[in-house]
């Protein structure tokens, strides 16, 4: 523990109740990063040349417009116009369905304490798989990855929903549906090969990995670097208050108070950036399509049990970390809350928010669908309630007040900015999302 930490250690011990010895003092750690790398990943990640059919990027869904969210419950991927809830779908080349999650925000992932990534989880670290990472594709995952971070940056292009466009319409989406994802002609050999093909990014990976062929662990570190250096936010009233004991406003101060002790939130919401990287099951309401292969007629969202056969999992999805938390709505797996006080109350009865929940507490970008499939079966609706792992707690609206306050004091205004912003260009010469 540095110094200052101690300091601050000694401070709340003294200055407050028995949970203080529980707050996270410890500094995140993050790695090095190379200034090249960083902003050619910056590029990469603005540039729609990482789509089937060069129309979305990633930042389509993580915008820093929208906290490095896309601002609506269930997104618009391929087949849709428009940023923000402002997208609309293409009525030329109409989506098959939402994007199945919420867009989750992109603050602190470079730390090295985040292993875990989507919300169930399904790619994570693990040293008994030869790629050192567990995911989707198994024992077929490349190897070569910097970290689990780079990995998950490179998953969304292979989705129809996301990046990688309708069945058949470009020859990224084909080799997808043919299962050709690694490998020579794989999906992500054909990303490579359109990287390599426009001169500046190139030259841009010449002065990173040399004259090596471009491959594409070296496209996902890349933007896997750009994350991690664009929106660290380490810098918060919450941050400075664990570091040399400045208090924060009388009610972000209460609002810490009932948040680590009464409220119970840090059970799930602990450590430096307020998550356990743990899967609770909180009786969260499913609206939109569900997490569902195409083969699978249901709406559902099973959440972690999708990725471990277990039906202890059922429902369960990973504790969000919460810094910015006040700019990211919506909120939950779905985004079924507008408003961090929907959310936050959700927390206090989740069964019986569940059952009184109502499609007017989500921000969904007009498309004809059945968002409130699930929620219309009352036998769905009693499994989610019955894998609820919250006891109802009991809050004044006042207290209430505080814990938004005190969520309020997650914020660093900075990180929330980004440190590098938006290009004005990409070398591809495809159109920004600004």
Request: proline fraction near 7%; include cysteine; aromatic fraction near 8%.
């Amino acid at each position: 523990m540095s110094r200052v930490s101690c300091k601050a250690l000694s401070f709340a011990l003294m200055a407050g109740p028995v949970w203080a010895a529980d707050l996270p003092f410890e500094e995140p750690v993050f790695p090095e990063v190379d200034s090249a790398q960083v902003e050619l990943g910056r590029l990469l990640f603005y540039d729609p040349i990482l789509s089937g059919s060069k129309t979305v990027s990633c930042a389509t869904c993580h915008h820093p417009k929208f906290a490095t969210g896309d601002g609506v419950s269930l997104g618009l991927g391929d087949g849709a116009k428009g940023l923000g809830p402002d997208r609309v779908a293409d009525t030329d080349n109409l989506p098959e369905q939402r994007i199945p999650r919420n867009a989750p925000p992109l603050f602190n992932l470079g730390a090295t304490e985040f292993t875990v990534f989507f919300h169930d989880g399904r790619l994570e670290e693990d040293a008994s798989r030869p790629s050192g990472i567990r995911t989707p594709l198994g024992s077929e995952m490349e190897m070569g990855f910097a970290s689990a971070l780079s990995a998950q940056s490179m998953f969304p292009v292979l989705s129809a929903d996301e990046m990688a466009g309708h069945y058949s319409e470009n020859e990224i989406s084909q080799a997808v549906r043919q299962g050709l994802i690694t490998g020579p002609g794989g999906a992500w050999d054909l990303l490579s090969q359109r990287i390599e093909a426009i001169p500046e990014y190139r030259a841009r990976f010449d002065d990173v990995i040399g004259k090596e062929p471009i491959h594409f662990t070296d496209i996902s570190d890349a933007v896997a670097a750009f994350l991690d250096f664009e929106w660290r936010g380490v810098a918060s009233p919450f941050d400075l208050y664990l570091r040399n004991g400045t208090e924060m406003e009388p009610a972000a101060m209460r609002g810490m108070d009932l948040f680590y002790g009464k409220a119970q939130c840090a059970d799930c919401h602990s450590g430096r950036f307020q998550t356990d990287h743990g899967f609770h099951a909180i009786a969260m309401p499913q609206i939109g399509p569900g997490k569902a292969a195409r083969f699978e007629s249901h709406a559902q969202d099973t959440g972690r049990m999708r990725v471990t056969g277990d039906p202890e999992d059922a429902y369960a999805f990973r504790t969000p970390p919460l810094r910015n938390v006040v700019k990211t709505a919506p909120y939950g797996h779905s985004g079924a809350y507008a408003t961090l006080e929907g959310a936050v109350r959700h927390h206090l009865d989740p069964v019986e928010r569940l059952r009184s929940y109502g499609i007017s507490q989500a921000v969904m970008p007009g498309f004809d669908a059945n968002d409130m499939r699930v929620l219309s079966d009352a036998t769905e609706v009693d499994r989610i309630a019955a894998a609820n792992d919250l006891a109802p707690i009991l809050l004044t609206d006042g207290e209430v007040d505080d814990i938004l306050a005190f969520l309020n004091a997650l914020t660093d205004p900075q990180s929330v900015r980004g440190a590098l912003g938006v290009p004005s260009a990409v070398p591809s010469g495809l159109l920004v999302d600004r």
